[in-house]
């Protein structure tokens, strides 16, 4: 079982990491970030942080560049090595069936939320391999609707070509990471039955991620 409360010397551990991991990136990668001094990256309380999702290089970036550990969810092959469990774990993942997803991810990152937490999602579902963004599924809908948790949309450009393509003038492509504007999950939830707020909440987010996709092309 992922752990909800952090102690202080696991915080200091994980700040340790993203100063080395920054530095990393943009030698790297030449990752630049856009708004990263929004007032929201330092908000308390439970948030919800979208992203689209085109490399494995996705969450790394979101997590060194959002300064508050990020819970997020992972297939559950992933979890079957005891190293790789203990790894994943520690590093706030919890395992999904993809095969029959189920309510138990969805109860899992409600807790993560109410628990004053920040947890991160791709809610296209899975890595698109075309590098433009996907369709959204109502997973995130639910989790907002069900925990009121604000949601900050992400969007990171690039990040396919760069990690993936053989082709050696890539490299110099950089991986841009944009932070958009909160989205008040309570005004929709208040104006809109369940089934309403769900969907509404979910086209909002992938509109918002569209929207911050198109400034970094």
């Keep these: 079982m992922f752990t909800l409360h952090r102690s202080k010397g696991y915080l200091i551990f994980y700040r340790c990491l993203q100063r080395f991991a920054i530095p990393f990136l943009?030698?790297?990668?030449?990752?630049?970030?856009?708004?990263?001094?929004?007032?929201?990256?330092?908000?308390?309380?439970?948030?919800?942080?979208?992203?689209?999702?085109?490399?494995?290089?996705?969450?790394?970036?979101?997590?060194?560049?959002?300064?508050?550990?990020?819970?997020?969810?992972?297939?559950?092959?992933?979890?079957?090595?005891?190293?790789?469990?203990?790894?994943?774990?520690?590093?706030?993942?919890?395992?999904?069936?993809?095969?029959?997803?189920?309510?138990?991810?969805?109860?899992?990152?409600?807790?993560?939320?109410?628990?004053g937490n920040v947890f991160g999602i791709f809610p296209e579902g899975t890595r698109s391999d075309s590098g433009e963004l996907g369709e959204i599924r109502k997973g995130i809908g639910l989790i907002a609707y069900l925990s009121h948790a604000s949601i900050l949309p992400i969007a990171i450009y690039n990040s396919k070509k760069v990690s993936r393509e053989k082709n050696r003038k890539n490299l110099f492509l950089k991986i841009k990471i944009i932070f958009g504007e909160l989205i008040d999950t309570d005004e929709i939830i208040s104006n809109y039955s369940k089934k309403e707020a769900v969907e509404k909440i979910s086209d909002t987010v992938m509109d918002n991620i569209k929207e911050l996709y198109s400034k970094l092309k």
């Design 26 to 115: 943009r030698l790297i990668y030449r990752v630049e970030v856009i708004n990263g001094k929004s007032p929201y990256l330092n908000m308390n309380g439970g948030l919800i942080l979208c992203s689209n999702h085109t490399s494995s290089l996705d969450p790394i970036v979101i997590c060194a560049y959002f300064p508050r550990p990020i819970y997020f969810i992972s297939k559950i092959e992933l979890f079957r090595n005891r190293f790789l469990r203990s790894f994943f774990g520690f590093f706030n993942s919890f395992p999904i069936d993809r095969t029959g997803f189920g309510r138990n991810p969805i109860n899992n990152a409600v807790k993560v939320l109410k628990s």
